[in-house]
């Protein structure tokens, strides 16, 4: 059998194959009023049809957990229970696939309030639905961002505490495993670089102080996460920084905290907090840095980053590299990549009855 299409099991929950869709905003959501943050018609397509085309776990984009934790006005966010009960129609949708429904939680920090990317992307003020950022020191990402609010401490705990009401709505919504958000630049990773945490006090400086407020939200998550449900956790492997930023080595030890904190797989992703990082992309560029925490430490690993073909996809997990494979771009261009890869492969996906012609 290929081993892309083995079904996989963490804590009490096992996922049907290896083949998993990473979250990506859709930036459809409304700004404002009653239906702010909840998912929509759009998002229910867009989930509905990657389920259907066998995908094996689904991350739902980055779903804030307060408003101020938006990347922009117009996306999702599980702080109120209409968000909860708008969710509940795509995770029970996508568990009558056999697809396991999983949420990334996140707060955006000094990268929040921007425009959608196809509108440019931009900062935005009060007359476009924006708001003041926030983030561990008062450094800008880019020039042009404004420069963020810093945490107080008490600020910080409310954050962490908002992070624990979420992880307790995503519970009711439905959702199967829970991804916490620290890579990107957004607001956990902007806490573990150097590159953006300029604080003196017990959240900046060392490697401990630096690590405290995302071990801090795990444990706030694991807390209202049931035992036998899985908890993920997104990291930036590197931010592609030779001497001021986040790196590799970095990674490897984190991973063994995170999982001594109760985190049962690492999302390992790179960059997007030092927008002037040299990133040398091509097929599968990420994937060396998954295959060494997965080597070095006790943490299952789930590899990311121009993973396009099923040939491809095979090999990362047949050489151990990673215990699975997140597709984005690729999802998006073909909803039903898994049961093309099944076929391709020789493995074995659900399909829908009503497309029982395509088998």
């Given at each position: 059998?290929?081993?892309?299409?083995?079904?996989?099991?963490?804590?009490?929950?096992?996922?049907?194959?290896?083949?998993?869709?990473?979250?990506?905003?859709?930036?459809?959501?409304?700004?404002?009023?009653?239906?702010?943050?909840?998912?929509?018609?759009?998002?229910?397509?867009?989930?509905?049809?990657?389920?259907?085309?066998?995908?094996?776990?689904?991350?739902?984009?980055?779903?804030?957990?307060?408003?101020?934790?938006?990347?922009?006005?117009?996306?999702?966010?599980?702080?109120?229970?209409?968000?909860?009960?708008?969710?509940?129609?795509?995770?029970?949708?996508?568990?009558?696939?056999?697809?396991?429904?999983?949420?990334?939680?996140?707060?955006?920090g000094r990268k929040a309030s921007t425009d959608r990317p196809?509108?440019?992307?931009?900062?935005?003020?009060?007359?476009?639905?924006?708001?003041?950022?926030?983030?561990?020191?008062?450094?800008?990402?880019?020039?042009?961002?404004?420069?963020?609010?810093?945490?107080?401490?008490?600020?910080?705990?409310?954050?962490?505490?908002?992070?624990?009401?979420?992880?307790?709505?995503?519970?009711?919504?439905?959702?199967?495993?829970a991804e916490i958000h620290g890579a990107h630049g957004y607001?956990?990773?902007?806490?573990?670089?150097?590159?953006?945490?300029?604080?003196?006090?017990?959240?900046?400086?060392?490697?401990?102080?630096?690590?405290?407020?995302?071990?801090?939200?795990?444990?706030?998550?694991?807390?209202?996460?049931?035992?036998?449900?899985?908890?993920?956790?997104?990291?930036?492997?590197?931010?592609?920084?030779?001497?001021?930023?986040?790196?590799?080595?970095?990674?490897?030890?984190?991973?063994?905290?995170?999982?001594?904190?109760?985190?049962?797989?690492?999302?390992?992703?790179?960059?997007?907090?030092a927008p002037g990082a040299h990133i040398p992309t091509g097929?599968?560029?990420?994937?060396?840095?998954?295959?060494?925490?997965?080597?070095?430490?006790?943490?299952?690993?789930?590899?990311?980053?121009?993973?396009?073909?099923?040939?491809?996809?095979?090999?990362?997990?047949?050489?151990?590299?990673?215990?699975?494979?997140?597709?984005?771009?690729?999802?998006?261009?073909?909803?039903?990549?898994?049961?093309?890869?099944?076929?391709?492969?020789?493995?074995?996906?659900?399909?829908?009855?009503?497309?029982?012609?395509?088998?």
């Amino acid at each position: 059998m290929s081993t892309l299409f083995e079904p996989y099991t963490l804590r009490d929950v096992t996922i049907p194959n290896r083949v998993w869709m990473a979250p990506m905003c859709q930036y459809s959501a409304a700004p404002d009023g009653p239906g702010a943050g909840a998912p929509g018609d759009w998002h229910f397509a867009h989930y509905a049809a990657r389920a259907a085309g066998g995908t094996g776990l689904i991350v739902v984009e980055a779903t804030a957990v307060s408003p101020q934790g938006r990347i922009s006005p117009y996306d999702l966010g599980i702080w109120n229970d209409a968000q909860t009960e708008a969710f509940r129609r795509i995770t029970a949708f996508l568990t009558s696939r056999g697809t396991v429904p999983a949420i990334q939680l996140a707060h955006a920090g000094r990268k929040a309030s921007t425009d959608r990317p196809w509108e440019g992307g931009r900062p935005v003020g009060p007359e476009a639905h924006g708001w003041q950022p926030v983030a561990p020191s008062p450094l800008p990402f880019t020039r042009n961002h404004p420069v963020p609010d810093e945490l107080t401490t008490e600020q910080i705990r409310e954050i962490v505490g908002l992070f624990r009401d979420a992880a307790r709505r995503a519970l009711a919504a439905g959702f199967e495993v829970a991804e916490i958000h620290g890579a990107h630049g957004y607001l956990i990773n902007e806490f573990l670089s150097p590159h953006s945490n300029h604080r003196t006090d017990a959240y900046g400086g060392s490697y401990g102080n630096r690590t405290r407020f995302a071990l801090e939200v795990v444990d706030a998550v694991r807390e209202v996460w049931p035992d036998d449900k899985p908890l993920f956790f997104r990291v930036s492997a590197t931010e592609w920084l030779e001497e001021s930023g986040w790196t590799a080595d970095d990674t490897v030890r984190f991973a063994a905290d995170l999982h001594a904190h109760g985190v049962d797989l690492l999302d390992v992703s790179t960059g997007g907090n030092a927008p002037g990082a040299h990133i040398p992309t091509g097929p599968g560029y990420q994937v060396p840095f998954a295959a060494r925490v997965r080597s070095e430490t006790p943490m299952p690993v789930a590899a990311v980053g121009l993973i396009t073909d099923a040939g491809q996809a095979e090999k990362i997990l047949a050489a151990g590299e990673a215990d699975a494979v997140l597709l984005g771009r690729e999802l998006l261009r073909n909803p039903s990549w898994a049961r093309h890869a099944a076929r391709e492969l020789g493995g074995t996906v659900r399909v829908p009855d009503q497309y029982h012609l395509s088998v």
